[in-house]
Every structure is written in structure tokens, then in C-alpha cells.
């Protein structure tokens, strides 16, 4: 267009759009929605939108387009929303935390002397 022919015309859009919802639909804001529209991204610029990955995840797409989270070593899950049950329960008198049950659950293998489901029962110690 020559300079100046746009003169009197509305300011077009400029910024970024994080969540967008038209006629009560959500418009998904991820790398394959926003190809296919013009001049739109997401305000973190991540190819996934924003609000996939949560604690400090990154996201990445695979060959199919479709969206995957690497979390953070404290969180798991699909969206890294889970923590990690060793790192939000800490074993006590240097007992070692160990996950069970990929990641859900975790038990406390006490250092010789300590007893509990956190390792804080002193067990008695003298002659038997």
C-alpha cells in the first residue's frame, strides 16, 4: 500500500492475546492455531501457549504437532501441576525419601535408630 493511503483507517491491533473466547467458545492459543491466523501470538511466545506447562515447565510439540511439558525436577505430570512426593516431604535424622508408585506416593527408609513414617521415632537403644 503507498504511504499514507491507510490515513483515517482504525489502529489495527497490536500486542499479544492470552486467552482468547468467542461466542462462549475458547480458541485454543497454541504454534498450529496461531499459524494458521495472522499477526496473532501468545504473550510468552512459547509454541504452546502460556498455561500448558506450570512450575517452571517448558513446553515442546512432537512431529504430530501435539503439545508435551518437560518439568522441573520437583514436578510431574502432564502439565507439571504434581509435586514430586520426595521433595514435599522431607524424612527426618537423615532418613532417605524414595517415590513409589511412579511419583504418587514415597516411603521413608529411616538410618539405623529412627523409626516412623517420617524417621522423627527415636527407637530405644541400650543392653537387651
Not at 36 to 44: K, L, P, S, V
Not at 68 to 85: A, I, R, Y
Not at 94 to 114: D, L, Y
Amino acid at each position: 500500500m503507498p504511504p499514507g493511503s491507510t490515513a483515517g483507517l482504525p489502529v489495527p491491533f497490536t500486542g499479544c492475546i492470552r486467552r482468547l473466547s468467542v461466542d462462549y467458545e475458547t480458541i485454543p492459543l497454541n504454534f498450529s492455531s496461531i499459524a494458521a491466523g495472522r499477526n496473532i501470538a501468545d504473550c510468552d511466545g512459547t509454541p504452546c501457549g502460556g498455561d500448558l506447562c506450570h512450575h517452571g515447565g517448558s513446553c515442546w510439540l512432537d512431529m504430530d504437532m501435539k503439545p508435551h511439558c518437560h518439568c522441573s525436577q520437583e514436578f510431574t505430570g502432564d502439565s507439571c501441576n504434581k509435586q514430586v512426593p520426595c521433595t514435599e516431604f522431607k524424612c527426618q535424622n537423615k532418613g532417605h525419601c524414595v517415590s513409589q508408585n511412579s511419583n504418587t506416593s514415597f516411603v521413608c527408609k529411616c538410618s539405623p535408630g529412627w523409626d516412623g513414617p517420617f524417621c522423627t521415632k527415636e527407637l530405644p537403644t541400650g543392653p537387651p
